[in-house]
């Protein structure tokens, strides 16, 4: 019974080393700490968008629609010309004749009709001032509605 007191390990000696420096730099908080702000954004990204609510018209293969005459539509031609609803209006009378035409109104919505050599910014400055009139919804009729064309996706 000579080995009765052997313990695994003990016919090895271990001496401690003493500390040096090291190079390698820690990444551990790093990534904490990138972690910790990607959260952040992730919780902050839904407050910061902003968007327009958009209703389309459902997409219809008739040919022919019927026109409501209960439909205010401004028309905005090549010559700077703006007439609503086949009454010609001065750009600057615009938003008070619209006001009082709306201002009993249900359906506040309104279209527009201009014509393709317009500059962006004439129709914004139209769309301002049904905006200030009171108008809650402001459609843009395109050329290609106009003309009856139908929009299908590129195929490819």
Do not use: C, W
Not at 57 to 76: C, H, K, M, S
Not at 84 to 90: D, E, G, L, S, T
Not at 105 to 124: A, N
Request: charged share 20%; no cysteine.
């Amino acid at each position: 019974m000579a080995h009765a007191h052997r313990h695994f390990g003990a016919d090895r000696v271990v001496r401690g080393e003493t500390p040096h420096a090291s190079a390698e730099m820690n990444v551990t908080p790093l990534i904490d700490v990138l972690l910790v702000l990607l959260i952040i954004f992730m919780a902050a990204l839904p407050l910061t968008q902003k968007g327009v609510d958009v209703n389309l018209p459902l997409e219809t293969n008739a040919p022919a629609q019927q026109v409501d005459t209960n439909q205010i539509v401004l028309e905005y031609s090549a010559e700077r010309q703006i007439s609503v609803n086949k009454q010609i209006i001065a750009l600057q009378d615009l938003e008070g004749f619209l006001r009082t035409t709306f201002e009993t109104r249900k359906e506040k919505t309104m279209f527009i009709v201009g014509s393709d050599t317009l500059r962006y910014g004439e129709i914004v400055a139209v769309i301002d001032a049904a905006k200030g009139a009171g108008v809650e919804k402001v459609g843009i009729v395109t050329m290609g509605m106009r003309r009856g064309e139908s929009v299908t996706p590129a195929s490819n």
